[in-house]
């Protein structure tokens, strides 16, 4: 599917367009500060994740040693939830 630009006469393709972009997108992804600027993200989302969990599981607990199983359980939280996407989905 080819759209020809209008401006200065030059035939430009979408493919071109994203050929480029996709240059661009990979030069900017690996610069050094890029790298260090992204680091820890998915691990402060896990951590938001366990800290969510472990109130939760501790709040809801009966006893101490169900409150320690909570603590357990909220490490391991996204298996739970991956377990139960995958079961949602039929696979």
């Excluded at 996709?22 to 900017?28: G, L």
């Excluded at 603590?71 to 989905?89: Q, S």
Aim: proline share 1%; net charge positive; aromatic share 16%.
């Amino acid at each position: 599917m080819k759209k020809k630009s209008r401006s200065k006469g030059k035939s430009v393709t979408f493919e071109k367009i994203g050929k480029e972009i996709d240059k661009e997108v990979k030069k900017e992804c690996f610069k050094e500060d890029f790298k260090k600027s992204c680091k820890g993200t998915g691990g402060f989302t896990y951590f938001l994740g366990f800290l969510g969990a472990a109130i939760y599981y501790i709040s809801t607990a009966t006893g101490f040693w169900i409150g320690v199983l909570g603590v357990l359980k909220a490490i391991i939280w996204p298996l739970f939830l991956v377990y139960e996407v995958l079961k949602f989905i039929g696979a």
